[in-house]
């Protein structure tokens, strides 16, 4: 499935760069929102300020040349899956789009869920909408990697990777098809809390799942 739709060429821009420069504007836009980023917020209202925030970034003059050449960021882009139109459309939360000078110009995509006890549990960031979206080749389907964003409202990072572990050891009817149970990764210094896990697709496709927590805790002023 993933070699009929991408070039080799866009496949390997995953290790080329596109992971890393996806990861580090998803961190400029966090760092630069977290100013306004409380605990209350709804994800779409963080989503937006972190979007916001990397647009802004985009714009600036001391940045690595590459990025205001190769990249643009995408909110809310609808996606044409299951015959869906107009407002019923899905929507991916984040898209890195770059601009390689390739036929196939490959997406780095997001999906974002609130994390809070007694409010937003793991089981929603796993869910339908969530993980299983990337899971079931809704979200990323031509694609061998992609990202969860977790906003940690109450809890921190360790205790959501502490859930989110217990969710897959507890996945008996095997709806997360994982492939490889989390591993702890880095791909910035600035991002500490990052994990990766891998899914099996279907026709033996599989896809790698960068899991990022990032702290939203702060009481609202």
Same mark, same amino acid.
């Given at each position: ?35 306004? /980023?409380?605990? *209350? ?8 300020? !972190?979007? +916001? %925030?990397? &647009? ?39 898209? /890195?789009?770059? *601009? ?8 780095? !995509?997001? +999906? %974002?869920? &609130? ?107």
């Amino acid at each position: 499935m993933v070699a009929e739709n991408l070039n080799s060429f866009a496949l390997h821009c995953f290790d080329y760069g596109l992971r890393r420069d996806a990861h580090q504007l998803l961190a400029w836009g966090y760092q630069d929102a977290l100013h306004k /980023i409380h605990c *209350k917020l709804e994800e779409e209202e963080i989503t937006g300020l !972190i979007v +916001e %925030a990397m &647009r802004e970034k985009l714009k600036d003059i001391n940045i690595p040349e590459r990025f205001y050449d190769r990249y643009s960021v995408a909110e809310e882009k609808p996606l044409a899956v299951d015959g869906r139109t107009g407002k019923r459309r899905l929507k991916l939360d984040i898209v /890195i789009e770059s *601009k390689f000078p390739h036929k196939v110009r490959p997406e780095y !995509i997001f +999906e %974002a869920k &609130r994390l809070q006890k007694n409010g937003f549990p793991i089981g929603e960031y796993v869910g339908e909408d969530g993980l299983q979206c990337f899971v079931k080749g809704v979200y990323a389907s031509q694609y061998i990697e992609a990202a969860m964003v977790g906003y940690d409202q109450s809890g921190d990072a360790i205790y959501w990777e502490k859930e989110l572990r217990r969710r897959f050891d507890s996945d008996l009817h095997n709806d997360l098809c994982i492939k490889q149970l989390l591993q702890k990764a880095q791909v910035l210094s600035s991002l500490n809390d990052v994990w990766t896990s891998e899914h099996e697709r279907e026709e033996n496709d599989s896809i790698v799942i960068y899991h990022i927590f990032l702290d939203c805790s702060a009481a609202p002023e």
